[in-house]
């Protein structure tokens, strides 16, 4: 049998080179992508940080007391824990099932503040005034959860509990200051909460994802 014999391979010229080198480099400069953990730790931190500024100007200019921290502590300890299990469960990979138990943590929790408000007090200032505060210090934490679904797959469970998790600054702010009845938690308080997961929920699907990671 005669020896089969292979032309030598053609050395890549010079153009494919300098393209190879571009692409690597190119690479090379992408910002490393940061992980879940990351984002669930900068998600809850804007969160419990602007609900515990809130707190401090309340406590200056005393509008509560450390006495109506010491009455609400069982729910702020719900509402804190539901916020940081819902954030958790929204942004890490997979977890449908942890999603479902969060998004039900959430519905309990609600149920939770309105049936232990009681009669409450009769407030000097409007009813509404509840929801506008809340939905302006859900701004902040509704803005960095947009941001970290954006480098994700798009998922609309996953972005309806990023938007609940960050409503959960208003809800535990309305435990600081605000004494009115359970039906006014249910109407002026609830409202906000479900407000901003709904903000989340269709801003986040208008934008374009800077990943598909799961």
């Given at each position: 049998?005669?020896?089969?014999?292979?032309?030598?391979?053609?050395?890549?010229?010079?153009?494919?080179?300098?393209?190879?080198?571009?692409?690597m480099?190119?690479?090379?400069?992408?910002p490393?992508?940061?992980?879940?953990?990351?984002?669930?730790?900068?998600?809850?931190?804007?969160v419990?940080?602007?609900a515990?500024?809130?707190?401090?100007?309340?406590l200056?200019?005393?509008a509560?007391t450390?006495d109506?921290?010491?009455a609400?502590?069982?729910?702020?300890?719900?509402?804190?824990?539901?916020?940081?299990?819902?954030?958790?469960?929204?942004?890490?990979?997979?977890?449908?099932?942890?999603?479902?138990?969060?998004?039900?943590l959430?519905?309990?929790?609600?149920?939770?503040?309105?049936?232990?408000?009681?009669?409450?007090?009769?407030?000097?200032?409007?009813?509404?005034?509840c929801?506008?505060?809340h939905?302006?210090?859900?701004?902040?934490?509704?803005?960095?959860?947009?941001?970290?679904?954006?480098?994700?797959a798009?998922?609309r469970?996953?972005?309806?509990?990023?938007?609940?998790?960050a409503?959960?600054?208003?809800?535990i702010?309305g435990?600081f200051?605000?004494?009115?009845?359970a039906?006014?938690?249910?109407l002026?308080?609830l409202?906000?909460?479900?407000?901003?997961?709904?903000?989340?929920?269709?801003?986040?699907s208008?934008?374009?994802?800077?990943?598909?990671?799961?």
């Amino acid at each position: 049998m005669s020896d089969v014999t292979f032309p030598a391979p053609k050395p890549p010229t010079s153009d494919a080179l300098a393209k190879a080198r571009a692409a690597m480099m190119a690479e090379a400069t992408l910002p490393k992508r940061a992980s879940w953990k990351a984002s669930v730790l900068k998600a809850s931190g804007t969160v419990l940080g602007l609900a515990t500024a809130v707190a401090g100007v309340l406590l200056a200019v005393g509008a509560c007391t450390l006495d109506m921290f010491s009455a609400r502590a069982v729910t702020l300890a719900a509402l804190v824990t539901v916020g940081l299990v819902t954030m958790w469960a929204s942004l890490r990979p997979q977890g449908h099932v942890a999603r479902l138990v969060s998004l039900g943590l959430v519905v309990l929790s609600a149920a939770f503040i309105v049936l232990v408000r009681g009669a409450g007090a009769p407030s000097p200032q409007p009813e509404w005034v509840c929801t506008v505060s809340h939905l302006a210090v859900g701004i902040a934490p509704a803005a960095v959860v947009i941001m970290l679904l954006r480098g994700m797959a798009p998922n609309r469970l996953r972005s309806v509990l990023a938007g609940l998790a960050a409503g959960t600054t208003g809800a535990i702010v309305g435990e600081f200051g605000c004494g009115q009845s359970a039906g006014h938690v249910a109407l002026f308080h609830l409202s906000a909460w479900v407000a901003v997961a709904l903000v989340v929920t269709v801003i986040s699907s208008k934008l374009t994802p800077r990943s598909y990671a799961p």
